[in-house]
């Protein structure tokens, strides 16, 4: 176990709607970060959050918005679903220490599925 | 832009035989690497990592990866492998000195062990 939960884990939207996922992260870690797993693809990063700010965001479009709270906890909001975003979504914690190693601590993820 | 390159999308290996999982990666300076795995139905759990030294380095449940840095590669290996270690293995880079703790995902490799 790697003290990330994420909830819920698993929801049914449709086409238009909106989404929010949430994240708890590791005793101890104060960075969040987000992915999404495609079906037969690798995990891809859609933003990190540090001091309750994004400081990082991958190739994803502004529809994909997240907030971190000052318990370091994460929401992962998505606008306007389409069907392409059915995926399991990855909740990663880290501590930020100045260095970063790229040593992320993932949940289980939200599996969202979009009809 | 940085890449990752798995050449096995799906290995079939009985027990007992020897694994290499090939990983390449596309980047012109220092990284840390991973190997992740994902077990049916269970989060993403870090196999083993390298950050600097020893180019060989050994992880969890008998797995060792070699770090090559002239060829960028990380490949995973196991000299004999059991029934338990169906799962799906994932290469993973995060470039040293980037403000986000940003990790890098190859497409994975999906691996089953017949008895």
């Known amino acids: 176990e790697t003290g990330v939960t994420q909830s819920p884990t698993h929801l049914i939207k449709t086409r238009g709607q909106q989404v929010t996922l949430r994240c708890s992260s590791q005793s101890g870690h104060n960075t969040v970060s987000w992915y999404q797993q495609a079906l037969g693809q690798g995990p891809q990063f859609i933003f990190q959050y540090y001091r309750e700010e994004e400081n990082g965001r991958g190739n994803f479009p502004p529809r994909f918005s997240g907030l971190q709270f000052p318990n370091y906890s994460s929401e992962l909001n998505v606008n306007a679903l389409e069907l392409d975003d059915s995926a399991l979504y990855l909740c990663a914690s880290s501590f930020n220490s100045g260095e970063n190693t790229g040593e992320l601590f993932f949940g289980e993820g939200s599996r969202l599925t979009v009809l | 832009a940085q890449s990752v390159s798995q050449h096995n999308h799906h290995v079939i290996l009985s027990e007992a035989a020897s694994l290499e999982l090939g990983c390449n990666y596309s980047?012109?300076?220092?990284?840390?690497l991973f190997w992740y795995v994902q077990y049916p139905g269970q989060h993403l759990q870090l196999l083993l990592k390298?950050?600097?030294?020893?180019?060989l380095v050994k992880g969890i449940k008998g797995f060792e990866a070699e770090f090559i840095k002239s060829k960028f590669s990380f490949n995973l290996r196991k000299p004999s492998v059991q029934w338990s270690d169906t799962a799906e293995y994932f290469c993973a880079v995060n470039a040293i000195g980037g403000a986000t703790n940003k990790l890098i995902f190859g497409t994975g490799t999906l691996l089953a062990v017949q008895p």
């Open positions: 980047y012109g300076g220092t990284v840390n």
């Open positions: 390298y950050f600097s030294g020893d180019p």
